[in-house]
């Protein structure tokens, strides 16, 4: 057979002396793909690309040529494609009819669009030929290894992984010999005091793993909050079992971390269970994790008792939340707030992350302090709308009248019934808070307009002033700029960079919509612009 050999190790000058025959192909394809662990059809079909590519340097590039191995003995088949159209336009790959059918006698049923195969004879490729078809080869179970690998790692992401360090790059990224792939551990995801040399073995979480043209990158992370989660799952067996959750984890890697368990079986305590005989389980993690100091909490459906759990050891007076806003303040003693914010903010800090709420720490002090100041605030702005004295404007605040909007919604009733106001006070409140905000909408409207907010947004419906004050502060002016927000933008969320929640803040999130209301505003700005 006129085929050269090609080259898969050994020696190369010694394989180029000799032909192949069709079993001994068959044979290198097999010992290729047992070899490198691929499927042994890729092989095969980088074989038939290789002859391809030298088929059509010997019969011109210009020709479409397949090449078919039989599968079962070896046998080659080299053929020149030509497909059947009404008019030939290139001859070296179309066809006539008339032509097609004058060569293929034995078959009448040949129609435009069908393709005919001309055997062309076998081919000598010599020396360039088969290093040609020897990278193609090459090529091909290179990129099958890589996926091979990619398929290997893909289903450990989000486990926990261990391997060898290799070598430490310049910009003190670890590169880990995890056997078939390497791992890569950057910088920013190594716990800070810790120092590797090569040859040591090391345990890092995988977080991603990523295949791309140049093979696939295996990302590991020490100081990913699921790291600790996985080793919790390795040491505490109730936890792999299922019978203890674990809600939610924040940590400073290295120094401190918060996981917050939940057992599904009541006869069980999950901080005892994780805690281990003397300390054991967790002592083990915290050793694996160079001395990270780990507070386990029992999940609670409670949120004022997990926020005081979270916030341990301090001793929590109040807990005030605002589930809108995901925030959550907390009242406490001067005594306990140190111990509340913890060292450089970091127990207050895991807290929030734990609980996925913002949390506002103030002493009774401040409380107090803060609800006077509020008190005085909102007395004056009665006093101001309402040309009242402050004897009746600190009167309607304290009986929950917190501005001159909620006076002039009430009915007469609910003001004459406060202790030393008739009713033609009540009528006269009413009437002057009325007043008093049609005053304010003009005034505001004057203003947006000089500041150049178009006439469509300030229409919008459901769009308050307050809100186009804050827009317009941002440089959202027209209706099609705030047609083309997200409601995240407008409520806030949070993103997720390095398995690490970040509170992104919005636009209106002081006016407290509900997504469904943000929706609606954006859609009726697009349902606008857009028609």
Known sequence: ???????????????????????????????????????????????????????????????????????????????????????????????????????????????????????????????????????????????????????????????????????????????????????????????????????????????????????????????????????????????????????????????????????????????????????????TIVNELQGEKIDIIKWTEDLPTLISESLSPAEIQKVLIDQDNKRIEVILTEENLSKAIGRRGQNVRLASKLTNFEIDILTDKEDSERRQAEFKEKTENLIKNLEVDETLGQLLVSEGFQGIEEISQAKVDDISKIEGIDEDTAKELITRSKDGLIKEKEDVSKKLKELGVEDGLINLKGMSQGMLVVLEQRGIKKLSDFADLSSDELIGGFDEIKGKKIRINGYLEEFSLSKEEADQLIMSAREIVFK
């Not at 079993?23 to 499927?39: C, M, T």
């Not at 179309?94 to 129609?111: C, G, P």
């Not at 390497?182 to 120092?195: M, S």
């Not at 080793?231 to 984890?249: D, H, N, T, W």
């Open 1 to 283: 057979m006129g085929i050269c050999p090609f080259f898969f190790g050994g020696d190369e000058n010694k394989m180029l002396n000799r032909g192949l025959d069709k079993l001994e192909l068959l044979r290198i394809v097999e010992a290729v793909a047992n070899e490198k662990s691929i499927d042994k059809e890729l092989v095969m079909e980088s074989m038939e690309s290789a002859i391809q590519k030298a088929a059509l340097t010997k019969f011109g590039n210009e020709n479409n040529i397949a090449v078919e191995i039989n599968r079962e003995n070896g046998e080659i088949k080299i053929q020149k494609v030509l497909e059947i159209v009404e008019k030939v336009e290139d001859p070296s790959r179309e066809i006539s009819l008339s032509d097609a059918t004058q060569i293929n006698k034995e078959n009448s049923d040949l129609k435009i669009g069908d393709k005919i195969f001309e055997i062309l004879p076998q081919i000598d490729v010599g020396r360039i030929g088969v290093h040609a078809a020897k990278n193609i080869i090459n090529g091909s179970i290179k990129k099958a290894e890589r996926h091979r690998q990619y398929k290997d790692f893909v289903d450990k992401k989000g486990q926990i992984v261990s391997g060898i360090v290799k070598r430490e790059e310049y910009d003190k990224t670890i590169i880990v010999d995890l056997g078939r792939a390497e791992g890569v551990l950057k910088r920013d995801d190594k716990i800070l005091r810790e120092n590797y040399k090569n040859g040591d073995r090391i345990k890092a979480y995988c977080f991603e793993v990523k295949e791309d043209l140049k093979g696939h990158q295996i990302f590991l992370s020490r100081t990913h909050p699921e790291f600790l989660a996985k080793l919790f799952f390795q040491e505490v067996p109730e936890i792999y079992e299922g019978i203890i959750e674990i809600k939610a984890v924040a940590r400073d890697p290295g120094s401190r971390a918060k996981i917050c368990v939940h057992s599904k079986d009541s006869s069980i305590d999950p901080v005892g269970a994780c805690v281990g005989m003397r300390g054991s389980r967790v002592q």
